[in-house]
């Protein structure tokens, strides 16, 4: 691959896509050792692939505090999300390991601070509650009560659940160069396409060189449909009905932080960071509950300036099957009433699947209902 094709893809966001992996340190042995929960892992693997370039490290106290305030780094540049690392004390040395819960070391911090944080202040700011019952919220509360920031080395990266769909931002961005690909859109998801989210990524296909779908496979509520289930529905969805040479399947390895409208941006800027120059940005994007308007999601993005994310938004209204145009719709462009429309709750469709029932084709294709039908056996 040469770097002038690449060259033709959106630049990273802050310019350069970083690298922070390396090579296991001699001093290991004698170092503290801090213990990441499963979804600092998964920040910690994202830092090091460059996906949330151009953090190279967990965030110092200057950033925490701008992107809580005022959604911008220290350094100006847009970012929504604190990435960062709790711990109970300060450790003794300029230098610690970083671990998984099972003991196993796979990356070292230099320490450039540790500092304390408003818990409360955090979870009003970024998922707009403090209500205890909130995903993203209780996990926030049960972490510890400082943070320590600094660059990280990553040499032993995080077990990738789906190795063949494991591809970091400068291979994404090499698969786009080599099929020439220079307006990419990416699509974010943690469940099972149906017909609606396929009729969007199809439309927002219709205007770009292709489609990059990127389900998340970190951490999700244990009530999602489980990422081995939802890979096996995108790979029957894709290979039936989707052209093979417009479509790239990946894994995105975040955890769900279910913050809605700050997680699409975050999302949003990760995926530009991937190569994408699009990003659908549907309904609720990821949502939980009812704690975000329906388009807060959307709206978000005009707190930005123009151009200021680079990476354009795409957004979709809900849509449907509508009988009597005769085609997938939303109520921008189908004139019918609801009983027109092929509708069906997401309890229904639970409901049906369980039974082993196939939905409507209108609902769902049959190929991806089939496998849903299959893991709910299992479950039972
Ligand atoms: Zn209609």
Redesign the pocket.
């Known amino acids: 691959m040469s770097t002038t094709t690449t060259e033709q893809l959106i630049a990273p966001h802050g310019g350069e896509l970083v690298d922070r992996t390396g090579e296991r340190p001699d001093d290991l042995d004698s170092l503290e050792v801090v213990t990441l929960t499963s979804r600092e892992l998964s920040d910690l693997d994202m830092l090091a692939s460059g996906a949330l370039s151009p953090l190279d490290g967990f965030m110092g106290q200057d950033d925490y505090e701008r992107v809580l305030e005022e959604m911008h780094l220290a350094n100006g540049l847009p970012w929504a999300l604190p990435v960062c690392l709790a711990v109970d004390d300060e450790p003794a040395g300029a230098r610690v390991a970083l671990a998984d819960e099972a003991g196993r070391k796979v990356a070292v911090l230099d320490v450039m601070e540790m500092y304390t944080y408003i818990k409360e202040a955090e979870a009003d700011r970024c998922f707009r509650t403090t209500d205890e019952e909130h995903p993203g919220v209780a996990r926030l509360y049960a972490q510890k009560d400082k943070y320590l920031a600094g660059r990280v080395t990553v040499f032993e990266r995080a077990e990738r659940p789906f190795p063949e769909l494991a591809l970091d931002p400068a291979e994404t961005r090499a698969q786009f160069a080599e099929r020439g690909w220079k307006r990419v859109v990416g699509f974010q998801t943690r469940n099972p396409i149906h017909r609606a989210h396929e009729y969007l990524t199809k439309v927002a296909l219709e205007t770009v060189d292709g489609l990059l779908v990127h389900p998340l496979v970190g951490d999700t509520k244990g009530d999602d449909v489980p990422a081995d289930v939802r890979i096996e529905c995108y790979r029957v969805l894709l290979s039936d009905y989707y052209p093979s040479n417009r479509v790239l399947l990946a894994a995105f390895p975040a955890a769900m932080r279910y913050a809605g409208p700050r997680e699409a941006i975050w999302h949003a800027i990760c995926r530009k960071n991937y190569g994408c120059s699009h990003f659908i940005v549907g309904r609720d994007h990821a949502g939980v509950g009812s704690y975000y308007g329906t388009y807060d999601a959307q709206l978000i993005f005009d707190e930005f300036e123009p151009h200021e994310l680079d990476i354009e938004p795409m957004f979709f209204e809900h849509s449907f099957y509508?009988?009597?145009?005769?085609?997938m719709?939303s109520a921008k462009?189908?004139?019918?009433d609801a009983e027109?429309?092929v509708f069906l709750s997401g309890t229904k469709v639970r409901e049906l699947l369980a039974n082993g029932e196939i939905p409507p084709t209108e609902f769902t294709r049959p190929e991806v209902a089939e496998v849903l039908i299959e893991a709910y056996r299992q479950e039972s």
């Not at 462009?333 to 019918?336: A, E, R």
């Open positions: 509508c009988k009597t145009c005769g085609s719709a462009t189908c004139p019918h027109h429309h």
